[in-house]
């Protein structure tokens, strides 16, 4: 059973352009989602993250929206830059207050190509 | 700074031998620990995960296992490779106390098992 979900293996896009990045989750315990970058042959870094108490956060060209009642959420990228190429993936987690049980659950990702 | 270190970078094996893989973490304390496995074309899917020294949970069925002999040590072994377990491994950790919990991620280890 996946519950976190990126339906689009690969997205292209010209440089300048936007970038839209979708993610859907299916259990709705997720109260906390990230978004991940990943280029080949090294470790995902933390790019930007969203609490289920917010709609929308920005870090410079990196937009995160969520839609709780649609258990769906993106990753706007603008301008898209030929850097941006990578793996991106989408990353949630039911954390809970004080435990020390924290795990994520993450997508199959999407590979991003941004043209020159 | 926090950092996570991970060893070797690369690795090739023959089917059936031992494997460990290394993790350490510096410059933080009770971290939680996780060892993740990215196989090819295929997303990252946790395979360990450790709250403290000795504490081991495992997600999935496996031929692999899981030691914290050392509050910021995690490691990952084998005792007889198969063709399967080819892939890329990725040790993550995060602050204990985080109310919400961004993971970091090491440099990875690329396992070829011939």
């Known amino acids: 059973d996946q519950q976190v979900k990126q339906n689009s293996p690969s997205l292209s896009v010209q440089e300048g352009r936007i970038s839209i990045l979708n993610c859907d989750y299916t259990n709705s315990m997720f109260d906390y989602f990230l978004w991940y970058k990943k280029y080949p042959a090294e470790g995902p870094t933390f790019l930007i993250s969203i609490s289920s108490i917010k709609d929308k956060n920005e870090d410079g060209r990196f937009t995160v929206f969520l839609n709780k009642s649609a258990k769906h959420l993106s990753l706007h990228i603008v301008p898209s830059q030929p850097g941006d190429s990578a793996v991106y993936f989408c990353?949630?987690?039911?954390?809970?207050?004080?435990?020390?049980?924290?795990?994520?659950?993450f997508g199959k990702g999407t590979l991003l190509t941004v043209n020159p | 700074s926090q950092t996570i270190h991970q060893w070797p970078a690369t690795l090739v094996q023959p089917v059936g031998s031992p494997l460990s893989l290394e993790c350490t973490v510096e410059?933080?304390?009770?971290?939680?620990l996780y060892w993740y496995r990215q196989a090819a074309g295929r997303g990252l899917q946790l395979l360990f995960y450790?709250?403290?020294?000795?504490?081991i949970s495992s997600e999935v069925p496996q031929n692999l296992s899981a030691s914290r002999p050392q509050d910021r040590q995690f490691i990952l072994s084998s005792k007889k490779l198969l063709l399967s377990d080819s892939g890329f491994y990725l040790c993550?950790?995060?602050?204990?106390?985080?109310?919400?919990?961004?993971?970091?991620f090491g440099p990875g280890t690329r396992l070829t098992v011939l």
């Open positions: 993550a950790w995060t602050a204990r106390l985080a109310v919400y919990n961004e993971q970091f």
């Open positions: 410059g933080t304390s009770n971290p939680n």
């Open positions: 990353a949630a987690s039911d954390a809970v207050r004080g435990g020390s049980n924290y795990k994520l659950t």
């Open positions: 450790s709250v403290g020294i000795g504490q």
